[in-house]
């Protein structure tokens, strides 16, 4: 079975303060996804990438970063939180090829609370 | 711009009775489809998808989707409920060519009552 592993399942921190957010993946996927579940508002991507070194903005990236340094580590990164990002991440993984598209793998959540 | 609309945001149910929870995206050429379902507790899983092919897909637990391409949508529906499907579902499709991105629909809580 694929285990997406995020280190943390709940985090309090407060504004200003910079903060990660781990995940590791154990099945050797090529493509790996942040996304932020907030009620009502379903799942929003925030950044992917398709292989280490490699990142792409998804559709809310403004006051995260990323990085990807070993395949199976994908890490994101709030530079100064900020209350409006108290949120549930979610991280996923897939392997790569076009036939997969889709077909994430998700990890448990890390329930961010931002002071 | 691309989206996914989930018509029913809460829905409750008895068991036993028959669900179709609505899907509609926007127009945007070749797409792939899926629904995923958050169980209390529980990470996201896929529970099925279609790329092409025949558009009645069938999933996991009895589930199935049809994909009416006239009318972009992409129905979940199940005969008959029971009180361990209660559980969060999302619609999501992927316009293909498009590279990665898949776009999620906001969600529809379903609440089975034993």
């Known amino acids: 079975d694929v285990k997406v592993t995020q280190s943390s399942r709940y985090l309090v921190k407060r504004t200003g303060e910079k903060v990660f957010l781990e995940c590791v993946q154990d099945m050797d996927h090529e493509n790996m996804f942040w996304y932020r579940q907030d009620p009502g508002l379903g799942l929003r991507l925030i950044y992917f990438?398709?292989?280490?070194?490699?990142?792409e903005k998804g559709d809310i990236p403004e006051g995260y970063s990323v990085s990807r340094e070993k395949k199976e580590r994908f890490s994101l990164i709030l530079e100064s939180a900020s209350t409006n990002q108290t949120s549930m991440y979610l991280c996923?993984?897939?392997?790569?090829?076009?036939?997969?598209?889709?077909?994430?793998?998700f990890g448990e959540g890390s329930r961010l609370t931002v002071l | 711009a691309q989206s996914v609309s989930q018509h029913n945001h809460h829905v409750i149910l008895s068991e036993a009775a028959s669900l179709e929870l609505g899907c509609n995206y926007s127009y945007g050429g070749t797409v792939n489809l899926f629904w995923y379902v958050q169980y209390p507790g529980q990470h996201l899983q896929l529970l099925l998808k279609?790329?092409?092919?025949?558009?009645l897909v069938k999933g996991i637990k009895g589930f199935e989707a049809e994909f009416i391409k006239s009318k972009f949508s992409f129905n979940l529906r199940k005969p008959s409920v029971q009180w361990s499907d209660t559980a969060e579902y999302f619609c999501?499709?992927?316009?293909?060519?498009?590279?990665?991105?898949?776009?999620f629909g906001k969600g529809t809580r379903l609440h089975i009552l034993p």
């Open positions: 999501a499709v992927n316009w293909s060519g498009r590279d990665d991105k898949i776009i």
């Open positions: 990438s398709y292989d280490v070194k490699m990142k």
């Open positions: 279609y790329f092409s092919g025949d558009p």
């Open positions: 996923a993984s897939r392997t790569g090829g076009a036939s997969s598209v889709g077909e994430l793998f």
